[in-house]
């Protein structure tokens, strides 16, 4: 295990190099000289030159990256050795650091991404479980109708629809926006607490969620169906064992095991940017910074962003094999 | 009165394509203590029938009729939970293949102790001690540490033991094994058709032993069914089926054996396929495949009859009494004839 | 290797027109461990040093227990497996290290036919094609020839020539055996390795296809590799058989000298665990039941393979030293065992079985 575990840190590590070379090199192919906008319309030529000098966009391409590597890495030797906390650089436009971005974008898409993820687990659990369980009936039926409905339903298009009806007509819900959980996170002036909060990401934590608990409610369905019809569930009938504990002890257990991943995979994946979703109901997550920094040429930014979302990935994936290892004892002890 | 009565037992399951006769009128009994061999190739309804009698098809799409008496209590017509209380405890089954019999997440010491609380209520330490006896019974050697193991550790062989021992662990007085020994090598299979004896003799359970090979059941049966396109063909004491066998089907299996102890140069062998059980054919099921068939084959189902002087020995074939007996005695003396020295 | 090689060939005291000499074959998988740089641990040896010869038209049967290298032998020959060491040679060629392009002729001559008839055909192609590829890829003949050629060969399998057309799913095990066959066939193979092809069939179907497979064998002068674990099969289509256990051969010898005089002790427990279909002979005779499992091919016993299993152990000198594969006194000069302590004669009782070394330990069963 912990030569697994040593072996999934040189992963990461190599991963990380290649997400954010590929990120690099994508960004200067690009023909847009970030200099050249944030020196904006009335630029000189010697303006132009002192803000390429001040981003170090003048630098070869090598060297840049190699100074974005530098400060990523949490040990220096400048000054004896020791840890520091990585540094993502400064947006070359809003004047503000890559890590306070990220920090303050981080606990809206995590919220989003958490309410949703229990949301959608929540309704696709016993309803996969239940339709599995009566293949072909009324509920199963209904379900699937509501599976391919649910996998249909573009974020965007359900967020707009919900958005006009539920609080532009009605105005059940807000607009848009978001409200912290504690008093110390919003926007200054903004109210707070658990119930602005909840109420701010309802709509938004149903259009995230919709398409996924289709998704879900498909696979567990189709995953405890399968695991139904196993000999060691009918093992475990031939022992005289009532269907409710089959259903615990002998069917469940090893139906949810890829769903555990499934389910790693995708929050890992969601936390890197729900981006449709935080578009339409304004919310300022990492998704939202994604789409406004690559609009605006803002390299740092949306390098930032990949930097954690693959950190997000590679931490959930952990998460999901340690999990995984503790469920099944065939990983575990071999 | 016998342990286990079936009577005229039937199972039809309605696929896409129409219903198939999986089981069509089968009856047996089972006296305590007996081994029982039914033998039959794939689709023969062999394993069906024993499925059923334990309550194990799936519920939808499945038609049931017919009577199997287990100590005079009909077990297809019994309540979920009554039936519950005797599956595991009075009657248990052991499975073909033990790779995949055994649920891969819990460890066997968990699903040995699991079988003994369903019925009785003992302890967690209590049900844990009796999971460590029979698994020593069965000869898993260092049980005590191999109690935690799971599944994925044993091999096919100990996987099967570990089966028998789940099977036998409340004392069952039947117990159903679907080809326990067709998944297994042979010297793996008579380490574990030794066992079975020996557990027999031990707990004094009824066997019904399912399985295609002739040869495990000249070697452990008492009284065999031979089964044909989900119905009976012939059934008598094993003694009775090896020395004078009555129906063609019979003849047919035995002579497409190659034997350790005869030589042939070719085998002697049924042409055609099984029938489908969708559309079994018209009369007599076997007929299109049967050297004998007569006229009156392809018209009529021949009813399973006993043999003249033979109250234990029962066919369906219409064929003549002295034929049978000739071409029965026939290939008989070929396999002796032919035996070399 | 030469020097092992040479010394084989001395022992296989060959004629010449052998078709088929296979000289210390060894086929090993290595295994790997390691965090970024997997190095090698060990391996398993699957097939460790087998040497044997095989003549035009014969059948030589090989049974063994699941792992003790049968099949990886048999992929071996027919170089669908690389060996690690050792020699093949066909029809006086040294095939052992032919080239992709170099093998091509040879592999017009040899076929093979597998277990499972469900899974080596192509479902998405029709048993035309499936039967009359070879011939395409060999450039034997016009789409017309071909077709004909087909059509005859499905009728010599005895299937049905007009269901040229149709797909293997159409078809039931017995006779999806019947189109690999045929298939086998097509290019007028000298040899065909079949590995397990009846083991998935049923009782009645079985005989079909060794009925089959033996009129084929007269009627082209096939030669067959033949491998099963079912020793009854093997005695009725081999004129020689080979015993083999973790790797290595224990017993080869002619058919009536293996199985009526078995002399290795693993072969005798073997036979005696085959059940026999007659309840008279079955119940009376004697049974050796081996213990436990077969033991890892990753590491195999020191001395004698079978030694942790056999019932006459002999400590001492069955695990320290490896016997050879010999005929001994009293025994056909084409029967050979790997044995320190050949069985006497047979049938024996257990206790005899046990021979002279009764009061020795019995060996804990191996897992």
């Given amino acids: 295990m912990i030569q697994y575990l040593i072996r999934r840190v040189f992963w990461a590590i190599a991963l990380m190099f290649t997400v954010t070379a590929i990120g690099f090199a994508l960004f200067y192919l690009v023909p847009k000289d970030p200099a050249r906008v944030a020196c904006g ?51 070359y436009f809003s004047q503000q650091s890559v890590n306070q971005i990220i920090t303050q974008a981080a606990p809206i898409t995590m919220s989003l991404v ?67 959980l504690f008093s110390s996170g919003g926007v200054e002036g903004q109210s707070t607490g658990l119930v602005q909060w909840a109420y701010h990401l309802a709509l938004p934590w149903f259009t995230l969620a919709v398409l996924f608990m289709a998704i879900y409610v498909r696979m567990i369905r189709a995953n405890v169906m399968e695991v139904m019809s196993e000999d060691y569930v009918r093992t475990a009938r031939a022992k005289g064992a009532p269907e409710s504990r089959v259903l615990r002890q002998h069917i469940l257990r090893n139906a949810l095991l890829p769903v555990v991943t499934m389910l790693g995979m995708d929050i890992g994946l969601a936390l890197g940017g729900a981006v449709f979703t935080e578009s339409i109901y304004g919310l300022q997550g990492l998704g939202w910074w994604t ?38 004892p065939r990983i575990r002890l071999s | 009165m016998a342990l286990l009565d079936v009577i005229d037992l039937k199972t039809h399951f309605k696929t896409g394509d129409g219903i198939v006769k999986a089981v069509d ?25 024993c499925l059923t009698i334990m309550g194990l098809n799936a519920k939808r799409n499945t038609a049931t009729s017919g009577q199997a008496l287990f100590k005079g209590e009909d077990l297809l017509k019994m309540r979920g939970d009554r039936l519950r209380r005797i599956r595991g405890n009075d009657m248990a089954m052991i499975f073909q293949d033990p790779m995949t019999s055994l649920n891969p997440v ?100 009824a066997v019904i032993m399912i399985t295609h090979d002739l040869g495990v059941v000249a070697e452990i049966a008492d009284d065999v069914i031979v089964m044909y396109a989900a119905e009976v063909a012939e059934q008598a004491p094993v003694d009775r089926i090896f020395n004078n066998p009555q129906h063609p089907y019979t003849w047919g299996l035995m002579g497409s054996l190659p034997r350790l102890n005869a030589d042939v140069e070719r085998l002697v062998q049924i042409e055609g396929q099984p029938p489908s059980l969708l559309h079994p054919p018209r009369g007599c099921r076997f007929n299109p495949r049967c050297a004998y068939a007569m006229p009156v084959c392809r018209e009529e189902d021949p009813p399973l009859a006993t043999v003249p002087g033979e109250e234990s020995h029962f066919q369906a074939c219409h064929l003549d009494q002295e034929t049978k007996d000739h071409v029965s005695a026939e290939l008989l003396g070929s396999f002796a004839g032919e035996a070399t020295a | 290797m030469t020097a092992v090689a040479a010394e084989q060939r001395s022992e296989l005291d060959l004629h010449g027109d052998e078709l088929l000499v296979v000289e210390g074959l060894e086929k090993h998988f290595p295994v790997t461990k ?42 071996c020959l027919v170089r669908l497996l690389n060996p690690t060491a050792g020699r093949v040679t066909f029809r006086g060629s040294d095939i052992t290290n032919l080239s992709r392009a170099a093998m091509r002729p040879y592999r017009r001559e040899m076929m093979m036919i597998f277990q499972d008839p469900y899974a080596s055909l192509n ?10 590829e070879a011939l395409q890829v060999n450039k034997m003949g016009t789409p017309t020839e071909i077709k004909k050629r087909v059509q005859e060969l499905l009728e010599i399998v005895g299937l049905n020539p007009e269901h040229y057309n149709r797909f293997p799913h159409e078809f039931s095990g017995g006779q999806r055996q019947r189109i690999g066959i045929a298939r086998a066939l097509a290019i007028n193979p000298k040899l065909i390795v079949c590995d397990e092809p009846v083991s998935a069939l049923d009782v009645s179907v079985q005989a079909q296809i060794l009925n089959l497979l033996k009129d084929l064998q007269k009627e082209f002068n096939l030669t067959y590799i033949f491998i099963a674990h079912d020793l009854n099969v093997v005695r009725h289509i081999s004129d020689r058989v080979f015993v083999m256990y973790l790797g290595q051969m224990m ?98 009782s257990e206790a005899e079985m046990r021979g002279h070394f009764a009061s020795a330990p019995v060996p804990a069963p191996a897992e």
């Fill in chain 3, 34 to 75: 390691g965090i970024m740089f997997r190095k090698q641990v060990g391996a398993v040896k699957a097939v460790d040093g087998v040497t044997f010869a095989v003549n035009e038209g014969e059948t030589i049967g090989v049974v063994g227990e699941s792992g003790c290298g049968k099949s990886t032998m048999a992929r």
């Fill in chain 2, 25 to 49: 009128g089968v009856s047996f009994s089972v006296d305590a203590g007996q081994t029982l061999g039914i033998v039959g190739e794939s689709g023969s309804g062999k394993s069906v029938t």
């Fill in chain 1, 114 to 180: 958490f309410g949703a993820v229990i949301l959608w687990m929540l309704v696709a659990l016993p309803i996969g479980i239940l339709s599995a369980l009566r293949p072909r009936s009324l509920l199963d039926r209904t379900t699937m109708f509501g599976v391919l409905v649910g996998v249909s339903m573009h974020p965007v298009w359900l967020g707009l629809l919900l958005l006009y009806f539920l609080s532009d007509r009605v105005q059940l819900f807000p607009i848009g926006g978001y409200a912290g």
């Fill in chain 1, 291 to 328: 789409v406004q920094s690559i609009t605006a040429g803002d390299t740092p930014t949306v390098l930032g962003v990949i930097v954690f979302a693959t950190t997000m990935i590679i931490v959930f994936n952990l998460i999901v094999d340690v999990l995984y290892a503790w469920i099944d």
């Fill in chain 3, 251 to 348: 017993e080869s010898g002619a058919r009536h000298d293996l199985y009526d005089t078995p002399k290795h002790p693993y072969t005798g427990s073997l036979l005696s665990a085959v059940p026999i279909p007659d309840p008279q002979l079955g119940r009376s005779r004697a049974r050796i039941v081996l213990e436990g499992d077969v033991p890892s091919p990753l590491n195999p016993p020191t001395g004698c393979r079978f030694h942790t299993r056999c019932p006459r152990f002999h400590e001492g000198h069955c695990d320290v030293e490896t016997p050879e594969l010999a005929s001994r006194d009293g025994m056909a000069e084409s029967h050979a065992v790997r044995c320190h302590y050949p069985l006497e004669r047979w049938p024996l």
């Fill in chain 2, 106 to 205: 819990h460890s066997i010491g968990k699903q040995l102790a699991e079988a003994v609380q369903l019925h009785n209520d003992a302890t967690k330490k209590q049900a844990a001690a009796r999971a460590l006896e029979l698994l020593k019974q069965v000869g898993i050697p260092r049980a005590e540490s191999r109690i935690y193991d799971y599944p994925h550790q044993f091999s096919g062989g100990m996987r099967q033991r570990v089966m028998i021992a789940m099977a036998l662990i409340n004392n069952p007085d039947l117990l159903i094994a679907d080809e326990p020994t067709t998944a297994l090598d042979v010297t793996m299979q008579a380490q574990i058709l030794e066992l079975i004896a020996k557990m027999q003799r031990e707990y004094g359970s």
């Fill in chain 3, 123 to 132: 479902s998405r192609k029709r048993v035309g094609f499936i039967v009359g």
């Fill in chain 1, 41 to 91: 319309k009335s630029c000189t030529p010697v303006m132009l030159k002192r803000i390429s000098h001040d981003l170090g966009t003048d630098r070869p391409l090598y060297v840049q990256y190699a100074k974005f590597v530098g400060k990523l890495i949490p040990f220096s030797f400048t000054g004896g050795p020791h840890f520091k906390y990585p540094n993502l650089g400064h947006s």
